[in-house]
């Protein structure tokens, strides 16, 4: 698995101080609101685990899972697989999400939540890949993690054909991991 790995781009403490920083603002903000922490799965769950222990802060934990109707590019026809257990009416929602790229799953997901009647949607994201954003998604995230170049990125929750997901950083896959 590991080399399979081009280059690490983030290590495991960039990204373990990182979410300690964000956790401080996060309980800043949240400190009073009782936010549903909504993971978007599968690729946020290590992510996930590690963001919400730095919310000090009460919070109620749930998860969605969504895909597009074909293909594992997302295409921007969403759907839900698996929507949240708790009822979003006057809740502020804190959305958590791997990585911000064409931003057709986190639009959908965004407007999703916010129809159910949530008082507020915000979202924190581990990475941002602003440079593979599709034209005309205006959405932003509150909370960034790490911006990264254009390069397809594996570990620490992401995947590739569902591998890679348990490295503890993340890295760049070598092009020839992608003919395996
Ligand atoms: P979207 O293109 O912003 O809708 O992102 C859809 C999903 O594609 C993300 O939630 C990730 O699961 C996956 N994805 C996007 N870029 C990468 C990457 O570099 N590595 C692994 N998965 C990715
Ligand atoms: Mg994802």
């Not at 998860?63 to 594992?72: D, E, K, L, N, R």
């Not at 502020?92 to 507020?120: C, M, P, R």
Request: aromatic share 10%.
């Amino acid at each position: 698995m590991e080399r399979d790995i081009k280059e690490i781009l983030l290590t495991e403490e960039q990204i373990q101080n990182r979410i300690e920083e964000l956790g401080k603002i996060l309980t800043e903000e949240y400190k009073d609101k009782n936010p549903l922490v909504v993971g978007v799965l599968k690729g946020v769950v290590v992510f996930y685990a590690d963001m919400i222990r730095h919310i000090k802060a009460p919070c109620q934990l749930d998860f969605m899972w969504i895909s597009s109707y074909a293909g594992t590019n997302s295409s921007g026809n969403m759907v839900v697989r698996q929507d949240v257990s708790a009822d979003v009416k006057g809740r502020h929602v804190l959305i958590l999400e791997d990585i911000f790229d064409t931003g057709n799953s986190l639009n959908f997901t965004y407007q999703h939540l916010l129809s159910k009647g949530a008082a507020s949607v915000k979202i924190c994201t581990l990475l941002d890949k602003p440079e593979r954003r599709k034209e005309g998604i205006t959405l932003q995230c509150d909370y960034v993690g790490f911006t990264i170049p254009n390069e397809f990125v594996v570990g620490y929750g992401l995947d590739f054909n569902e591998k890679y997901r348990n490295l503890p950083y993340v890295g760049i896959l070598k092009p020839e991991a992608y003919q395996k």
